[in-house]
């Protein structure tokens, strides 16, 4: 045992596009915490929880910190999504 427990937060949403999205927007209002691992965010149909799919890339940046762009992005990896400046 790790001693880490996994928060498993079930939110319906009518499609994977919009399953995704609301994903995103919850995942991005944790990021301050540090122990929130956006990287780790899936969503699944309710009937089938065992076939997931990523919500944020999973690749790690330099330092450390996780890319925080969508999982199927063609851009070069960034900490931050486009068009969120730091302030």
């Excluded at 309710?46 to 919500?55: A, F, I, L, M, N």
Aim: aromatic share 4%; proline share 5%; charged share 30%.
């Amino acid at each position: 045992m790790t001693g880490r427990y996994v928060i498993h937060l079930p939110v319906a949403a009518a499609d994977l596009a919009r399953a995704k999205l609301l994903a995103r927007a919850a995942g991005r209002s944790l990021a301050f915490l540090a122990r929130a691992d956006l990287g780790g965010i899936t969503v699944s149909t309710e009937d089938d929880q065992g076939v997931r799919h990523w919500v944020f890339c999973d690749r790690r940046l330099d330092g450390g910190r996780r890319c925080a762009l969508r999982a199927d992005h063609d851009a070069p990896c960034a900490a931050r999504p486009p068009g969120r400046a730091r302030g």
